[in-house]
């Protein structure tokens, strides 16, 4: 076939086109751009590209107690080959490369993940095409996606994806000739070298990588067996085939657990030092209150699979409410949750049952549907996210967008089985009239569908802008979640630097008081203040957080290393010397605040300022004398 003739072409170009504006890829460094990218001293080029084995992704050594320890070097090498090439293109004196290449990359590579996701659609639903355009539609534009696509930092879900899927359609391909004896090599390489070779690069693409095996082992479970009991009896009957998948799923596990070792020891002696503010649901003492919690965020992403209009950047902290007793509303959602699983697992241990009921009558979900159910749940949206579902760690995130960029493929698949078990009931090709209970059906569905890809185009386009721009991402962020302290943060100081100074102060008020959030916030929210011609408020508060600061000093906690406090220290000095009215005693302030943190630019800038004005008027005081 030739390639433009393949459903894989045209789901691609369609995920490509849904990203390509101008504005977007144009747009400017935002969110976490500046840790990944910008002061990232691999990619920045200030230390050599080889330290990309050795530190985190964010730059900092791995061996270091403060790492975050997401060891991510393909994803690292790739952002500094866009540095590299963007530096090269940019303008005399420009201080950092422009964004549109990233973004760019970033576009064509989420177009390569929906071309993988149509391809591996067909070794689900066979010789259909209709499924495979609807699956690869559905995902290439579903709006979710954005934060992946139109963040920078996000690169890493997208090469986690690509390999994973690679590594799939290797081992599914083969595994469907393997009685091909000619290609016995060929098929021995495909099923065991390249799926763990890809699977190692999609590890080192992003942390979920390491599942990948996993999906392969319930795939071909699924596919050849359906459930244990069927396999068991296989065994016992020594059929060639059970035999060979017992094999292949030692070898697999064997492959797995091989790497993932060589990536924990990887992480040091220490592990990630995350903390209940960023994911109170994961960290939660009480037993039931993180059963329920956690599973309520499951529900969540659920939603948003289905009707994606509560999409945003943070949900830390306070964004969203524990379940703490089981008369909260929501755990009825949980309970409902927990029930359809455990029936789907429950199926892969036992089987459907009888294709007929006692009527006579087939079953409106005969085998092959469950099968397929089971695929979409468990191999495909809940193997990618295992290592984000605080099951077997707690992470560092409550909720976020990012983590179902690949199990959404699962979402899809199971939508398309939907519209093609009660709608579409395997028609390809149907006349533009009504007159039949069946061709209403279709064309209901064939209008649903299209009517469900526009909403996603519309979503998608606002969500691509969302990202382009600091300010209206966190505009949108704060519309969506203005529980969240750091979305507070983020979108006030966003306002002060457009000098909305009365926007920013409202927004920022719940956290000014250092013991709420910390000192750090109190900073800007001072210097809103001082803008505002509140400086009498403004000490108040710098007060409260030097006080703060000299708490973290004493408790030494990991977090709060001498030079982060030294930091923010010096910020909080800076912002007291704007509240100073006498003209010498600013200047001290300011010399004060450098020699706390000679590093700090802004510091040493004002400070330099401040002599330059104090060595003028000390110049005029003597002319006048």
């Known amino acids: 076939m030739k390639f433009?003739?393949?459903p894989s072409f045209w789901t691609a170009i369609v995920a490509i086109v849904a990203y390509c504006d101008k504005e977007a890829l144009n747009g400017k460094w935002v969110y976490d751009d500046a840790g990944s990218v910008i002061k990232n001293v691999v990619v920045s080029g200030k230390v050599p590209w080889k330290?990309?084995?050795?530190?985190?992704?964010?730059?900092?050594?791995?061996?270091?107690?403060?790492?975050?320890?997401?060891?991510r070097p393909i994803t690292t090498l790739t952002l500094k080959?866009?540095?590299?090439?963007?530096?090269?293109?940019?303008?005399?004196?420009?201080?950092?490369?422009?964004?549109?290449?990233?973004?760019?990359?970033?576009?064509?590579?989420?177009?390569?993940?929906?071309?993988?996701?149509?391809?591996?659609?067909?070794?689900?639903?066979?010789n259909d095409t209709i499924s495979q355009l609807i699956v690869g539609f559905l995902f290439?534009?579903?709006?979710?996606?954005?934060?992946?696509?139109?963040?920078?930092?996000?690169?890493?879900?997208?090469?986690?994806?690509?390999?994973?899927?690679?590594?799939?359609?290797?081992?599914?391909?083969?595994?469907?000739?393997?009685?091909?004896?000619?290609?016995?090599?060929?098929?021995?390489?495909?099923?065991?070298?390249?799926?763990?070779?890809?699977?190692?690069?999609?590890?080192?693409?992003?942390?979920?990588?390491?599942?990948?095996?996993m999906t392969l082992v319930l795939y071909d479970f699924l596919k050849h067996?359906?459930?244990?009991?069927?396999?068991?009896?296989?065994?016992?009957?020594?059929?060639?085939?059970?035999?060979?998948?017992?094999?292949?799923?030692?070898?697999?596990?064997?492959?797995?657990?091989?790497?993932?070792?060589?990536?924990?020891?990887?992480?040091?002696?220490?592990?990630?030092?995350?903390?209940?503010?960023?994911?109170?649901?994961?960290?939660?003492?009480?037993?039931?209150?993180?059963?329920f919690s956690v599973t309520w965020v499951y529900c969540l992403y659920i939603r948003d699979a289905i009707y994606?209009?509560?999409?945003?950047?943070?949900?830390?902290?306070?964004?969203?409410?524990?379940?703490?007793?089981?008369?909260?509303?929501?755990?009825?959602?949980?309970?409902?949750?927990?029930?359809?699983?455990?029936?789907?697992?429950?199926?892969?241990?036992?089987?459907?049952?009888?294709?007929?009921?006692?009527?006579?009558?087939?079953n409106l979900w005969n085998d092959n549907d469950v099968r397929i159910t089971n695929m979409a749940v468990w191999a495909f949206a809940f193997c990618p996210f295992l290592l984000s579902s605080n099951i077997l760690v707690v992470v560092g995130l409550m909720k976020a967008d990012r983590v179902i960029y690949l199990p959404l493929f699962g979402f899809c698949i199971f939508e398309n089985l939907i519209l093609k078990k009660f709608l579409i009931k395997n028609a390809k090709t149907m006349p533009p009239v009504f007159d039949t209970r069946r061709q209403r059906e279709f064309w209901a569905a064939y209008f649903i569908l299209l009517f469900q890809l526009a909403v996603f185009c519309g979503k998608t386009h606002e969500r691509n802008l969302a990202w382009s721009d600091s300010l209206r991402l966190w505009s949108a962020a704060?519309?969506?979640?203005?529980?969240?302290?750091?979305?507070?943060?983020?979108?006030?100081?966003?306002?002060?630097i457009k000098q909305r100074y009365a926007e920013a102060e409202a927004v920022m008020r719940p956290i000014g008081n250092a013991r709420v959030q910390g000192p750090s916030n109190t900073f800007v929210y001072a210097m809103v203040l001082f803008n505002l011609g509140r400086c009498e408020d403004a000490n108040r508060f710098l007060d409260i957080a030097f006080d703060v600061i000299d708490e973290k000093r004493a408790a030494a906690g990991v977090r709060d290393t001498e030079s982060s406090l030294l930091r923010t220290e010096s910020n909080l000095l800076v912002a007291r010397a704007h509240c100073e009215k006498d003209f010498y005693e600013t200047g001290r302030i300011l010399y004060e605040a450098v020699n706390t943190d000679p590093t700090n630019e802004y510091a040493v800038n004002l400070a330099t300022e401040q002599m330059k004005k104090i060595e003028r008027y000390e110049a005029m005081r003597g002319n006048a004398k």
């Open 4 to 6: 433009w003739k393949s």
């Open 81 to 126: 080959a866009n540095y590299v090439y963007g530096m090269n293109k940019a303008e005399p004196g420009a201080q950092y490369p422009p964004t549109f290449e990233f973004h760019v990359v970033n576009v064509l590579l989420h177009g390569l993940v929906t071309g993988l996701i149509t391809l591996a659609t067909s070794f689900v639903f066979e």
């Open 51 to 71: 330290e990309a084995f050795t530190r985190d992704f964010w730059g900092s050594p791995m061996k270091e107690a403060q790492s975050h320890k997401s060891f």
């Open 140 to 213: 290439g534009l579903h709006p979710v996606h954005a934060e992946v696509v139109s963040n920078i930092t996000s690169r890493g879900e997208l090469l986690m994806s690509a390999f994973h899927l690679i590594a799939f359609l290797s081992f599914a391909s083969c595994i469907q000739k393997r009685n091909e004896k000619k290609n016995a090599f060929v098929s021995l390489f495909g099923i065991y070298i390249v799926p763990w070779l890809f699977m190692t690069l999609s590890l080192f693409s992003k942390e979920q990588g390491a599942t990948t095996l």
């Open 225 to 291: 067996h359906g459930n244990v009991v069927a396999l068991l009896g296989k065994l016992k009957a020594r059929e060639r085939e059970a035999w060979a998948f017992f094999v292949r799923t030692i070898i697999l596990a064997i492959q797995t657990v091989a790497v993932a070792i060589w990536r924990y020891i990887l992480n040091g002696e220490s592990s990630p030092d995350f903390i209940f503010e960023q994911n109170p649901a994961g960290f939660s003492e009480d037993r039931f209150t993180r059963a």
């Open 478 to 496: 704060y519309a969506i979640n203005p529980r969240s302290h750091h979305t507070m943060y983020n979108y006030g100081y966003e306002l002060s």
């Open 308 to 362: 994606p209009f509560y999409l945003c950047p943070d949900w830390s902290g306070l964004s969203i409410d524990l379940i703490e007793s089981i008369s909260d509303p929501r755990a009825l959602g949980v309970l409902c949750l927990w029930y359809c699983a455990a029936m789907s697992f429950w199926s892969m241990i036992v089987g459907q049952g009888p294709a007929q009921n006692a009527k006579g009558q087939d």
